[in-house]
T-cell receptor, first 113, second 115 residues
Framework: NAGVMQNPRHLVRRRGQEARLRCSPM?????VYWYRQLPEEGLKFMVY????????ESGMPKERFSAEFPKEGPSILRIQQVVRGDSAAYFC???????????FGSGTRLTVV | GESVGLHLPTLSVQEGDNSIINCAYS??????FIWYKQESGKGPQFIID?????DKRQGQRVTVLLNKTVKHLSLQIAATQPGDSAVYFC??????????????FGKGTLLTVNP
């Protein structure tokens, strides 16, 4: 069981480009969560998805950010027209049931230059 | 705002000592709490959890205490080792509508173990 896989581990984008972060949940997990972590801070909830559905996106910025979890393939967090303030570590977690058994991936560290 | 916060941002202990990391939460609807360890450059790693119907739970070298009266929980690490050096986060789970929950993290405590 490979755990939660995130890629890329590191991503550098210029201002105005798009960033696509991928997350493959653990086998058997149908719940996916995205969190953002700024340096020396805790993890901030962004979005919770099940297969093909966004359940809770209350932590997502209203513009430029979107997430999906298609029937086949990984969950994708997409950031359009990135700005310097988007630089952060983005973590994905998955769970076999809602609210319990969270397992986190190693994160994608996005740097906007 | 944050529903979970930590009293101390840093904690430095000697190897072999016991460590206690504290956490306060504000939402009385929180029903499940988790402690995570995060090493530099890695994702959060589950340490131990506790449900709101319990006040103590023990694992291997770790104990979590929950005091619902004052909305406080703590993580105790026995015989702290250099490998325990990391940032420790508490997280609480609260209902967020329907059958859904939300996991909220505190800012974290940096534990440094001195040899």
């Amino acid at each position: 069981n490979a755990g939660v896989m995130q890629n890329p581990r590191h991503l550098v984008r210029r201002r105005g480009q798009e960033a696509r972060l991928r997350c493959s949940p653990m086998k058997g997990h149908s719940h996916v969560y995205w969190y953002r972590q700024l340096p020396e801070e805790g993890l901030k909830f962004m979005v919770y998805l099940q297969k093909e559905n966004i359940i809770d996106e209350s932590g997502m910025p209203k513009e430029r950010f979107s997430a999906e979890f298609p029937k086949e393939g990984p969950s994708i967090l997409r950031i359009q027209q990135v700005v310097r303030g988007d630089s952060a570590a983005y973590f994905c977690a998955s769970s076999p049931q809602q609210g319990e058994g969270y397992t986190f991936g190693s994160g994608t560290r996005l740097t906007v230059v | 705002g944050e529903s979970v916060g930590l009293h101390l941002p840093t904690l430095s202990v000697q190897e072999g000592d016991n460590s206690i990391i504290n956490c306060a939460y504000s939402n009385s609807a929180s029903d499940y709490f988790i402690w995570y360890k995060q090493e530099s450059g890695k994702g959060p790693q589950f340490i131990i959890d506790i449900r709101s119907n319990m006040d103590k739970r023990q694992g291997q070298r770790v104990t979590v205490l929950l005091n619902k009266t004052v909305k406080h929980l703590s993580l105790q690490i026995a015989a702290t080792q250099p490998g325990d050096s990391a940032v420790y986060f508490c997280a609480d789970r609260t209902p967020s509508g329907g059958s859904n929950y939300k996991l909220t993290f505190g800012k974290g405590t940096l534990l440094t173990v001195n040899p």
